[in-house]
């Protein structure tokens, strides 16, 4: 929703509630007024006319009326136009105070469209900062960097999303989690994975592996994963997790058509083309 539409909703929900403010306020006076004297129904029936109406003239000579509720009601919308906030940050602020989540604003600002271009879409940096505060406010494991790869990463290529994490580090409030996202993709977690000897099936798991589908082979995660996967066995050795193993994981991960494909790819891989010939045959 644009800024004018989300300025529409507020004005209509400030309406709503000071028109069910006013009919509160004139059902107590008419309760109430049935247990005053005469002698003071006048006198607050003046006071009353006197608050709802002035004997002010527009410029045609016409009677201006004055309704207090509708008074307040136009303070507010000038404090909103009037506000140090930016109608993006506006935005912004209310997308982080709403429990919407980042995937699901994704979709609804069909981000994820293949025709969505992404160094040229106003919604999509609007995205990215919406990203950053909701990680703080819910923990980074709400969406992790690798979760925006990947929901890019289905509509477009991998080169792509290089080329607009480049451009993301020169856009003012965008640096720094495009930063991240690239650290997410640098490969720095294998060494310390490794010491802690986690194992390839959770090391796959936690990287969101299964998230990539048939772009398994176009992201350089799942090249870093294969490298532990090597190093794991040496120092483990692959009783701990055979080819068998890895072929369950592909299996669950993409379609048989395109596993073949990666297979084949795999077999291009270096240290990799045994174990890629050997789960070609588990598809016999």
């Known amino acids: 929703m644009g800024i004018a539409g989300l300025m529409l909703v507020t004005v209509v929900a400030l309406l709503a509630g000071a028109l069910a403010q ?6 107590y006076s008419v309760k109430r007024t049935s247990i005053v004297s005469k002698s003071h129904i006048s006198i607050a029936t003046e006071r009353q006319l006197r608050s709802f109406q002035t004997s002010t003239l527009r410029e045609d000579g016409e ?7 509708l008074s307040k009601v136009d303070d507010l919308i000038q404090s909103m136009f009037k506000s140090s906030l930016s109608p993006d940050k506006v935005q912004i602020g209310t ?31 609007q995205w990215f900062r919406f990203v950053a505060p909701y990680q703080t406010k819910h923990g980074e494991k709400a969406i992790l960097n690798l979760d925006v790869y990947y929901l ?20 003012p409030g965008l640096s ?21 000897e986690t194992s390839s099936k959770t090391a796959f798991e936690v990287l969101r592996l299964k998230e990539a589908g048939s772009k398994l082979d176009d992201t350089p995660v ?19 997790f055979g080819d068998i193993d890895m ?14 494909t990666l ?12 174990n890629a010939e050997t789960m070609q045959r588990f598809m016999l």
Do not use: C
């Not at 495009?178 to 310390?192: H, R």
């Open 247 to 260: 072929f369950s994981l592909l299996q669950k991960t993409m379609p048989e058509r395109e596993l073949t």
């Open 22 to 27: 006013e009919h509160t306020t004139q059902a």
């Open 95 to 125: 997308w982080v105070q709403s429990k919407v989540h980042p995937k699901d604003l994704f979709s609804t600002l069909r981000l994820g469209e293949s025709a969505a271009k992404l160094d040229d879409n106003p919604n999509l940096l």
């Open 63 to 69: 009677d201006r009326v004055n309704v207090p509720w």
């Open 263 to 274: 297979f084949y790819s795999l077999r291009k891989v270096p240290n990799m083309k045994n």
């Open 222 to 240: 799942f090249h870093q994963w294969l490298k532990y996967v090597e190093a794991y066995r040496a120092k483990r050795g692959t009783v701990m």
């Open 152 to 171: 890019l990463l289905e509509t477009h290529s991998n080169q792509e999303l290089m080329t607009l994490l480049k451009s993301l580090k020169k856009t």
């Open 176 to 196: 720094k989690f495009a930063s991240n996202i690239q650290e997410s993709l640098s490969g720095a977690w294998v060494s310390k994975t490794l010491l802690k």
